[in-house]
């Protein structure tokens, strides 16, 4: 596949998701009886990568994943999508990625997450020629810190814009020295800017990068960039059903429309009313389609 500056790269995690209906969050030690199970490829990477194509980015994804049918699964998904696999590996060290997700009655989730194959990806894997095709590179927590700094760094050498989605965010900070734009939730912003950042404070200017992105979930999202004022893109008002996967919605939503040259206000509007669809849907990825199609007939 011949790719052009304005095409995307993902580094990221990919997982075999197991979905379960639950009535409520367990408390320790309680047993609880979940009302349906599915089986989904899935991975922050992953669901990045589907969002990105669908709304119409040419991608690449770089990652890992296991000889076995999650990565197999996962190989088809992606390629029937348009996403350029080629530089996926697939190991016999490792199984593939799993996250298994808990979604309650009113939509709401959370996320444990085995990084399996993941952990493989390894900064000695990739070179400045890798990123050479792209104009952007988006990247996840889900993967080793240490090649998160180095992917930024070659990528930057390559002449592209490095866009890094802190989540999941863990004890350590990730390498900002490279990174053009970060993106995180609310928690994920106080996080990394300290207890001292209040929400209107300038986050890209505490962190010491040029851009950055906070979403708020039915709020919306805040568009920060260092010297100039926060703009706000509201979200669309929607029934919300399941909020799994709308964080990754909006980054590939975001990233294809700053591949396709539009301004970081527009991308972030975009994102923001693209992924509100995907919130009426069960599911992560396999609700982009349908959710997607929403969002452009709107």
């Not at 999941?168 to 053009?180: I, N, S």
């Not at 209040?198 to 040029?210: K, Y």
Request: glycine share 12%.
């Amino acid at each position: 596949m011949t790719f052009t500056r304005s095409a995307l790269a993902v580094v990221g995690s990919i997982n075999q998701d197991v979905v379960l209906s639950v009535a409520d969050f367990p408390l320790p030690g309680q047993t609880l009886l979940a009302g349906g199970a599915v089986r989904a490829t899935g991975g922050k990477g992953a669901n990045q990568a589907l969002a990105a194509s669908m709304a119409g980015a040419r991608v690449g994804m770089f990652g890992c994943v296991g000889e076995d049918s999650g990565g197999e699964d996962a190989l088809a998904l992606l390629t029937s999508y348009g996403v350029n696999a080629e530089g996926i590996v697939r190991t016999p060290q490792a199984s593939t990625g799993s996250a298994y997700v808990c979604v309650r009655g009113d939509g709401e989730n959370f996320i444990v997450v085995e990084a399996g194959a993941n952990a493989l990806i390894r900064p000695d894997r990739f070179s400045v020629e890798d990123f050479a095709p792209y104009g952007w590179v988006l990247m996840n927590l889900e993967i080793p810190l240490e090649t998160v700094g180095r992917v930024a760094e070659l990528a930057q050498q390559a002449g592209c814009r490095v866009a890094l989605n802190a989540s999941p965010l863990g004890g350590a900070v990730p390498p900002l020295e490279h990174v053009d734009l970060i993106l995180a939730n609310e928690g994920e912003a106080a996080q990394l800017a300290g207890s001292e950042w209040g929400e209107d404070a300038g986050l890209a200017e505490t962190l010491g990068v040029p851009t950055a992105v906070i979403t708020r979930g039915a709020r919306g999202a805040t568009l920060d960039a260092a010297g100039t004022p926060q703009l706000h893109a509201s979200a669309e008002a929607v029934a919300v059903r399941d909020t799994t996967g709308c964080g990754d919605a909006f980054a590939g939503v975001l990233l294809s429309r700053l591949c396709a040259g539009h301004s970081a206000q527009q991308s972030v509007q975009e994102a923001a009313r693209w992924a509100a669809y995907v919130a009426e849907h069960e599911g992560a990825a396999a609700s982009y389609p349908l959710a997607f199609q929403l969002a452009r007939k709107a």
